[in-house]
């Protein structure tokens, strides 16, 4: 017998059946698979409106995020110079080729360098808009795809992720359920990203920025207005 | 060296007094401290308990039809690109991922952490047909250049200490031309980050593991904090997945529920850093990611627990609590366990996988505080499948006479605990004076042999249930 087979009727053995489930425990499970039923989600992932916005601004930074909220769009290649400018980073920035981000006047800010697409091994800032933010825990998350190539959230030593209040979701189940409404797949990554990379394999001391970045900065656009709208 | 070429399970008791004995090893144990954070995560949550209960007849039903779920999850694998490949044996999946690396001549692997990978002794395996695995989990790098096997399935190099880092650095980075002695963890994770770096950009095909399946889209999630997994499975040209069935959930939603018990558990964080989702190679017109994704799924040992008394073990989502709760883990660290799994979760485990014969010391090897099943979040029974395992020696008069004499007296008393309390505790006036250290391992008169091997604190003179009890007030 190949392994699948031999796998598979051991299976079968151990649940004290000789073949698979019979066809109307087969159609339950299907149902089950399709359902997309939740679970228990916790109580903090079912806040709403404003009281999301600012769980998800303090999970955030509970993750070790940094974040800077602006007003509207016209603000975020300021917010975006001024914290290169903060850590002593040269003002030259990968950016994912996202029109979502080509909604901000890069324009203003004439000596920032952008480059568009992947990242190289040379950069040294990526930035990134991200599919949702998730309340919960602060988390972001990104899809990868023509518009997000998931190396920029990986190789550069600071990840930038430009995100929009009515972008953030309360739960990752809401995460999936926004997700399958633009899409009937998966893409082949989706990143739940929760501050920067870090490591406490040498004798439990946190150590920020073991492979992946070392900073993550959230520029958060939020005009104030009861952003809860977007489910 | 690998474990699972050279089991030392049977020496547990040797392995165990040579631990307590070695100082090195003591004081690098005294760094584990995630038992506090998980408290405090645990606490941040107030639907922990429920989650639990969830998470656990979520992986209940999996198994209950696991049949079903592979095969759904090897058709979404395959619908989205992917290929998977079936092994029943640490050989076969050996010779498959040999043969996958091999098809895109590879020289060098990137290895994201799997205690699946120690199973099957991937890593000399491949050295020995020419490959150059290169383990990128920091600890596991540590380890990986030490010759050593990992002593915790999170934190893998928690035995080390700093200056043992720093020595293996200096020996081994001076081909890099690094030969400056570091004296600071800092400086220690940025050389290796820098190396590592280089082996990440050449490297022909990555090898993760998966801490979940999800059977509704064919994905497999890998959780990090480093993101190696993530640079492991992005940069080279294939991705191969090495994953056993139980990894199984049914949807996406199982799998969050189970996500949110997962890092509290482990580490006491809210989440890990990197949760990636990964779904088949990349698409058309993706400009990054791996052009072939394939999925080895191994048994070595699983399905012949199905069904079992043991069958619970099953869920287990390989967060470590049981181990970092553990006071025999915690006093005698894991090489003593003398396999892959150490700790509470590792006594059950591992003689499921090689047997009682090899491995029947290690259900001995606990306290029976219960305070590894308190803590698991997939609420497995763990001690009550140690005392499984201890009735099949038993039966199969695997134990020395005397330890069968004693398990008989000692099974009377162990499931009548104030009995038991009422036993032990006399015993403790005569091991206050034997006592060393964190008074552990004492023979205990009342059963014989293998008690011998129980964490009784010696000097202060109460026993261990005492002693819990007091400090969990
Ligand atoms: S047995 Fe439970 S506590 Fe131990 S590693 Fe497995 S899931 Fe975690």
């Known amino acids: 017998m190949n392994a699948r087979d031999d796998m598979l009727a051991g299976i079968r053995k151990a649940l004290g059946r000789d073949g ?186 946190l150590q920020l920025g073991a492979h992946g970045p070392r900073r993550l900065h959230i520029v958060l656009v939020d005009d104030g207005a009861d952003a809860g709208t977007e489910r | 060296m690998s ?223 480093e993101g190696n997994g993530d640079l492991t499975q992005l940069l080279p040209k294939m991705h191969i997945v090495l994953a056993t069935p139980e990894k199984l959930v049914p949807t996406l939603e199982d799998a969050s529920t189970i996500l949110r018990l997962l890092a509290r558990s482990a580490t006491g964080q809210e989440f890990s850093v990197y949760t990636t989702v990964s779904t088949g190679p990349r698409r058309r017109a993706d400009p990054d990611g791996p052009a072939q994704y394939h999925v080895v799924i191994l048994d070595n040992g699983r399905i012949s627990m199905l069904g079992t008394e043991f069958q619970d073990m099953l869920r287990c989502i390989r967060c470590s609590a049981c181990l970092n709760h553990c006071p025999v883990y915690n006093a005698v660290g894991g090489h003593a366990y003398g396999w892959v799994y150490p700790g509470p979760m590792g006594s059950v485990l591992t003689p499921g996988l090689i047997g009682v014969d090899q491995a029947g010391a290690l259900p001995n090897a606990s306290t029976f505080c219960g305070k590894c099943e308190s803590v698991c979040p997939m609420k497995i029974p763990l001690p009550k499948m140690m005392r499984h395992w201890r009735e099949r020696e038993y039966e199969a008069k695997l134990s020395p006479a005397i330890a069968r004499w004693g398990l008989a007296a000692w099974a009377f008393a162990a499931r009548r605990p104030r009995l038991y309390r009422a036993l032990t505790r006399p015993a403790m006036a005569v091991l206050g004076r034997l006592g060393k250290r964190r008074g552990n391992f004492a023979n205990l008169p009342l059963a014989g042999g293998w008690t011998e091997f129980r964490d009784m604190p010696a000097p202060e003179g109460k026993t261990f249930h005492q002693l819990w009890a007091e400090r969990s007030r």
């Open chain 1, 20 to 205: 698979s489930a019979d066809a109307a425990t087969r159609a339950t499970l299907q149902a089950r698979l399709k359902g997309h039923k939740q679970n228990l989600v916790p109580k903090r992932g079912r806040v709403q409106g404003r009281e999301k916005i600012e769980a998800f601004v303090k999970m955030a930074e509970f993750s070790l995020a940094t974040l800077a909220r602006v007003r509207s769009a016209g603000d975020v290649p300021g917010a975006v110079a001024d914290y290169l400018k903060s850590q002593n980073l040269p003002p030259k920035l990968r950016m994912a080729p996202d029109q979502k981000l080509d909604a901000y006047p890069w324009a203003s800010k004439p000596l920032l360098q952008i480059a568009r697409g992947k990242a190289e091994p040379e950069d040294e800032v990526g930035l990134t808009g991200a599919f949702a933010g998730i309340a919960e825990t602060g988390t972001l998350m990104l899809l990868s795809g023509p518009a997000s190539p998931s190396t920029l959230n990986f190789l550069p030593e600071t990840h930038v992720v430009v995100v929009r209040a009515e972008e953030i979701l309360g739960s990752y189940e809401d995460g999936w359920a926004k997700l399958r409404q633009i899409a009937d797949k998966l893409p082949r990554t989706v990143n739940f990203i929760t501050g920067p990379s870090r490591s406490g394999d040498i004798e439990q001391t």
């Open chain 2, 3 to 225: 474990f699972a070429e050279a089991p030392t399970s049977r020496n547990f008791k040797q392995n165990a007094s040579a631990a307590l004995r070695n100082e090195t090893l003591q004081r690098a144990m005294g760094y584990l401290g995630f038992t506090q954070k998980r408290a405090e995560a645990v606490a941040r949550l107030p639907e922990f308990e429920a989650l639990r209960d969830q998470a656990r007849d979520i992986k209940d039903h999996t198994l209950k039809h696991l049949d079903f779920y592979l095969e759904a999850y090897e058709a979404k694998v395959m619908e989205s690109g992917g290929h998977m490949h079936w092994c029943r044996t640490p050989e076969e999946a050996r010779r498959t991922i040999l043969d996958l690396c091999r098809s895109v001549g590879a020289r060098s692997v990137t290895r994201g952490k799997t205690m699946i990978g120690e199973e099957i002794a991937l890593n000399p395996f491949l050295e020995r047909n020419g490959i150059e695995p290169v383990e990128t989990d920091l600890g596991e790098y540590i380890i990986q250049l030490r010759g050593e096997p990992p002593s915790h399935i999170i934190a893998p190099a928690i035995h080390v200490t700093k200056e043992q880092v720093a020595d293996t650095f200096l020996e081994k980075h001076a081909a890099y031309g690094k030969t400056r002695l570091l004296t600071e963890p800092r400086e220690m994770l940025e050389e290796a980050r820098g190396i590592l770096r280089g082996k990440f950009l050449k490297a022909d095909a990555g090898i993760t593991g998966a801490n979940f399946l999800v059977a509704e889209t064919g994905s497999s999630i890998i959780v990090t904090n």
